[in-house]
């Protein structure tokens, strides 16, 4: 039974699954810097030795080459099939995004690891919090998140996680720190309406934007698929960040 799970999960595992890119990613933390609590951002400081949160945000990808860090692969995604809960969904035993984003949370909260342990949780934490919000990083079946959906972006050979990872804000030429202006600010209400979303919601809001996500056509994408779908890559960079600091806030800033 185990093996044959093994098997299954080694057949969805994306093949490139790198969340939002790096500006998507240093977007979101830089967000995240500007909701954070004074009492957070100094105690942050010191476990990053005064890194940015943005400077650290796209770590997670960056370790992909050093094995030591193995079995952190499938922690960047999860596989919820369409009609199904996470719940009622098989688990990877290797961990995905959610149960990890859970995990390390718990225990940043304890305040007992080692420096180095804690800055090593804490830029997977940020890492986590923004893939999750990038829809494709909640996958529904075997397509390994859209990396099997050959598309074209403009005139380029692509796949679909790859347009919504980089090339889609790529082309839009903003810098992180105009992305992260131009994703907007929620008003106050939304603003706490967002942080007291759970992790389960983060991922039902990825759920909820299958349809349009997937809504390709003959497969050859551009600015149409751009117009329609950027304002919603926006505003789940703008999410995550905010929850982001949310989180963060929880940890540091009591």
Known sequence: MMKNLLIC????LPTFSFGWGQTGHRAVALIAERHLSAKAKKNIAKI???ESLSMVSAWMDEIRSDSTYDNTTDWHWVTIETGKTYDQSPKNPKGD????IGRLTAALKKHNLDKKTEAVYLKMLIHLVGDIHQPLHVGCCDDQGGNKVKVKWFRSESNL???WDSEMIDDTKLSY???AYFSGEP???TLAAWQKNSVLD???ESIALRPQVYAIGNGSLGY???YKNLPNAKHRILQAGVRLAGLLNQIYGK
């Not at 999960?9 to 969805?12: N, Y």
């Not at 995004?97 to 990890?100: K, R």
């Open 177 to 179: 720190t105009e992305l």
């Open 161 to 163: 996680h790859r347009v």
């Open 224 to 226: 149409k698929y751009s």
């Open 48 to 50: 990053l030795n005064n």
């Open 97 to 100: 995004v959610i149960e990890a």
């Open 187 to 189: 008003d106050a209400a």
């Open 9 to 12: 999960f080694a057949l969805m």
């Open 202 to 204: 983060w991922a039902g």
